[in-house]
């Protein structure tokens, strides 16, 4: 088992950065695939960003590559994204996800979640 907690979440304005982080605990969080999904209000989650859990390959959604980074310090069994150029569009709830070896942007491969920050950009 796998637990998950993320935090850095808050109120930007357009152009603004955040960071957020994903702090794991439980079974070897080193040996996990983590992503980034996110969900609107009315709307479905989607996938934001990926890395995979023994090497630095990441990859993103179209709607952020360029803006968001997404990496990882196993020694402190954590993920963080790095939020740039923040969007009103970028508005969400945004949850961390853990799956066993290989990474993957399918929301329904990832049976680890944490509860959720909110991120709101407006002015």
């Known amino acids: 088992q796998v637990q998950l907690a993320e935090s850095g979440g808050g109120l930007v304005r357009p152009g603004g950065s955040l960071r957020l982080s994903c702090a794991a605990s439980?079974?070897?969080?080193?040996?996990?695939?983590r992503a980034w999904f996110r969900q609107a209000p009315g709307k479905e989650r989607n996938f934001v960003a990926a890395i995979d859990w023994n090497n630095d390959n990441t990859f993103y959604a179209d709607s952020v590559r360029g803006r968001f980074t997404i990496s990882r310090d196993n020694a402190k069994n954590t993920v963080y994204l790095q939020m740039n150029s923040l969007k009103p569009e970028d508005t969400a709830v945004y949850y961390c996800?853990?799956?066993?070896?290989?990474?993957?942007?399918?929301?329904?491969?990832?049976?680890?979640w944490g509860q959720g920050t909110q991120v709101t950009v407006s002015s």
């Open positions: 439980g079974r070897t969080a080193a040996n996990y695939a």
């Open positions: 996800a853990a799956k066993i070896h290989g990474m993957s942007g399918r929301l329904n491969d990832y049976p680890y």
